[in-house]
């Protein structure tokens, strides 16, 4: 296996160019584990951690720009309160070690239905930024990036730059469902964020379909239906766990059946959605 070590960003689109089939590495929570196990043996792995642009990250008009290398750690640090739905999945993910090492671009690159940042991207309205040496940057919406299990719209001689995400404009949670507390694959996560000023809600699904999703139907019935002015109807509330659990189209494996995990998705959506609600009421009665 080659071991590729570019130090510029330039040198990183170059080596990827020239070796399509080489495997970006930055934290390797993923791709070392699929090493280890050999359920994966690139012929080359292009390491990034010498290319420093990747772990700034920056803020203008149009909100925050997180490098690709930034960890789940200094998210959780220096982010959580612009992003508090991306901060609170942060949390759940791995161990202090995991999270020291571990990146949302890496989480993107892996593409697993299962991966926790991806929820709170979907509500969050995120776009993704890859570029190409020979074709540039492109922008990609997060509801747009996820095309199959560990498929994505990258293609073979792009890298992912960074994630650019909106700051938070009303309130965010996220829910996740493990067979434990802490190290642990989610059987079904959600993630929801209030936008008052246009009185519509964003919502990611994750581990619960071939491919991170928004409950669209959802979104829309409660844009219809939500008296932004006042306590959410319980059958308003009810209503819109039913369509986020329609949206989902599990599968039955080790960690959970398609039931439960259409139930679970259910119940979080009611649940962070309650949650949210009372502190966007709480926030305009303060």
């Known amino acids: 296996m080659e071991f590729l070590r570019p130090t510029t960003w330039a040198e990183a689109l170059a080596a990827k160019a020239d070796q399509p089939e080489a495997v970006p ?97 979907l509500a969050g309205d995120a776009v993704v930024e890859v570029e190409s040496r020979d074709r540039g940057v492109r922008l990609i919406p997060a509801h747009e990036f996820y095309l199959g299990v560990k498929r994505s719209a990258l293609e073979p001689d792009e890298l992912i730059k960074a994630i650019r995400v909106p700051a938070a404009r009303g309130p965010q949670y996220f829910s996740k469902v493990g067979t434990r507390n802490a190290m642990v694959i989610a059987v079904c996560s959600f993630a929801i964020a209030l936008y008052p000023e246009e009185r519509r809600v964003g919502t990611g699904i994750g581990s619960a379909a071939p491919t991170p999703r928004r409950a669209l ?43 439960y995990r259409r139930h679970a998705v259910g119940v979080m959506a009611r649940r962070t959605l309650g949650w949210a609600w009372n502190d966007y009421l709480g926030r305009r009665a303060a």
């Open 25 to 121: 590495i930055q934290g390797g929570t993923d791709v070392m584990v699929e090493i280890n196990f050999d359920v994966h043996r690139p012929p080359a792995l292009l390491d990034l951690n010498q290319v420093a642009p990747l772990r700034d990250w920056s803020v203008d008009e149009g909100g925050y720009r997180i490098g690709a290398g930034v960890s789940y750690t200094r998210i959780i640090d220096e982010l959580g309160e612009a992003m508090p739905g991306l901060a609170q999945a942060s949390r759940t993910v791995g161990s202090p070690q995991i999270r020291n090492r571990g990146t949302v671009g890496g989480n993107l690159g892996a593409a697993s239905p299962a991966g926790d940042s991806h929820p709170p991207l």
């Open 217 to 259: 139907e959802a979104e829309a019935f409660l844009a219809d239906e939500a008296d932004w002015h006042a306590p959410l109807d319980e059958a308003v509330l009810r209503r819109f766990g039913e369509l986020c659990s329609g949206a989902a189209s599990p599968i039955d494996d080790v960690r959970g059946t398609a039931d």
